[in-house]
């Protein structure tokens, strides 16, 4: 009788990685990206396609949806899950360096562009600087994945003028920096005006704009980049919505002080 090969936790928190990277309509044996990703871990294209469907099975967006994934192996993903939103930035970096060794690399090697400045610090600075760069970059992989690799205002598509966008600032609440739930997707003005509190969002997902930025609406560039988006409702992500509680935080504390 054949034995089961079964899942390491390095394969399930691997898995979970590629989960929380990927639009939930493309987790298909079929895809291209999942037999890439098969073929890096040494798994079927099928198997890979059925663990992320047990991860949705675990997904309390997909569970409100009424989606339910497929149960059977929800008792291996479901710790992997808590582990995640209980203990994100240690998760991330550990999943992010197995993919890295898959890959035949290291973490410095992978994330060169973003950690070039950094080549020089040593010992303990390093590795915090190296661990906080590489949790930031899997942030915006994981908000842009969320929104389709598009602008929540404007649809813009371009990767090089997209931001993860912070809703409570990374400063400000070191719990809830790598919570999905607390990035949006914006282009790079909105973004700024965001993260400004020239502009705002409110619980519903409806744009608000600031009197501070009112006071510019007779000008050319206001009538083009932000009175068209007033009042408008931002783009649904695919799974993680925005935090209420941390919209009203942006509006309470950011917001407020532009909106005088």
Known sequence: MATRNLWTREELILA??????LPFGKMTSTNKEVIQF??????TPSSIAIRLTNYAACDPYHKARGVKGMIGGIKQCQPIWDEFFENKETLIFESERILAEKENLTIESKFYSVLDDIRDLKGEVKLRE???RVNQN???????ANYKSKCAVTGIDIPELL????IIPWSKNEQERLNPENGICLSALYDKAFDKGLIGINESHIIVISNDLKRNENKEYYKMHFSP??????????RFLPNKTFLQYHLDEIFALRNS
């Open 16 to 21: 979970f990685n590629f989960y929380l990277k």
């Open 38 to 43: 098969a073929n890096l871990i040494g798994r």
């Open 130 to 132: 190296v661990k906080t």
């Open 138 to 144: 899997f942030f915006r992989e994981l908000v842009l």
């Open 163 to 166: 931001f993860a966008s912070h």
């Open 229 to 238: 988006i007033e009042n408008t409702k931002i783009q649904s992500p695919e």
